[in-house]
């Protein structure tokens, strides 16, 4: 009982904090990701596609809707795939990569003509590509239904990001690629409650 009320308060806790809203043309994490779970069986293969669609038509200030002056249109399109393999007991590999098409739409206004044009810039492109090593530190049973795993790997610059339109570059937040390298840690565990068959999961990378 004392375990249940320290992840409930923890719950809670993630709850309450204030929520900020998404920069433009950025979008969440997928629902299904090999991030939000430990490693997979030796000698197992784990191949997981997914699609995701953005749209985001309003702009907001903290949690209050605000009026865009350039009346931004922003869509972004995700398609991600996830390879998994066990190489050995309680160690996997994972790798994601994707396709990506963003595109964002502006209102330029020229008030010495009192005119109005619609600009829409787009950008497309394979996304930059993550390798995570898995080890499941603590494995979950019937006595100790805790289970720990933590990984560490690294985001390569793989997708572009100096894509231009009519000649100028696209702002960052369009390019496919971040032109970034990132070394990544990462731990996940996860608690099942054998009564209620409840499992609860936590993830920090």
Request: charge should be negative; hydrophobic fraction near 40%.
């Amino acid at each position: 009982m004392r375990k249940f009320s320290l992840l409930l308060i923890v719950f809670v806790t993630i709850l309450i904090q204030e929520i900020l809203p998404q920069a433009c043309c950025t979008v969440g994490t997928s629902i299904s990701s090999g991030v939000e779970r430990s490693v997979i069986k030796h000698k197992n293969l784990s191949v997981a596609f997914s699609f995701q669609n953005n749209i985001l038509n309003n702009t907001y200030q903290s949690t209050n809707k605000i009026e865009d002056p350039l009346n931004r249109k922003s869509s972004v399109s995700d398609f991600t795939l996830e390879l998994e393999y066990g190489i050995a007991e309680r160690v996997s590999v994972l790798l994601v990569g994707g396709f990506t098409n963003k595109s964002r739409t502006t209102t330029v206004t020229d008030p010495e003509i009192n005119s109005s044009e619609e600009i829409t810039f787009t950008g497309d492109g394979f996304t930059d590509i993550v390798i995570l090593g898995k080890y499941e530190i603590v494995v979950a049973d019937i006595i100790l239904p805790l289970g720990a795993t933590i990984g560490a790997g690294a985001k390569l610059p793989t997708g572009s990001y100096q894509l231009e339109e009519n000649g100028t570059r696209l702002s960052i937040d369009l390019q496919p690629g971040t032109g970034a390298s990132d070394l990544l840690l990462w731990g996940h565990i996860n608690y099942t409650f054998p009564i209620p068959r409840i499992s609860i999961n936590a993830n920090a990378l």
